[in-house]
Nanobody, 120 residues
Framework: VQLQASGGGLVQSGGSLRLSCAASGSVSSIGAMGWYRQAPGKKREAVSCISTSYGARNFLDSVKGQFTISRDIAKNMVYLQMNNLRPEDTGVYYC??????????????WGPGTRVTVSS
């Protein structure tokens, strides 16, 4: 599986961005996909994951109500709509496969990240 994330950029606090992730290769084997982020000087953390089959979702508590994850099975795409962005949302965002919607950092296939910078 190959993953390619896009959509990052510089945005002011309160703004919105939509990240996209294109999956290719053995996509039928993917049970869940997710977005993860790594802020400067911090460990990578899971933001949100979605089941590719059933659409079940999971979110980091701090982004519930702020971020929305969705998928387009026909296009092999996963999206992360990020609203009301805050400076603490700054980081490199990665698209990855996940074993399940628990978004564990184990057994993932990673794509290159896309940088999100939120200015205050």
């Amino acid at each position: 599986v190959q993953l390619q994330a896009s959509g990052g950029g510089l945005v002011q606090s309160g703004g919105s961005l939509r990240l996209s992730c294109a999956a290719s290769g053995s996509v039928s084997s993917i049970g869940a996909m997710g977005w993860y982020r790594q802020a400067p000087g911090k460990k990578r953390e899971a933001v949100s994951c979605i089941s590719t089959s059933y659409g079940a979702r999971n979110f980091l508590d701090s982004v519930k109500g702020q971020f929305t994850i969705s998928r387009d099975i026909a296009k092999n795409m996963v999206y992360l709509q990020m609203n009301n962005l805050r400076p603490e949302d700054t980081g490199v965002y990665y698209c990855a496969t996940a074993r399940s919607i628990d978004c564990s950092l184990s057994g993932n296939t990673w794509g290159p990240g896309t940088r999100v910078t939120v200015s205050s």
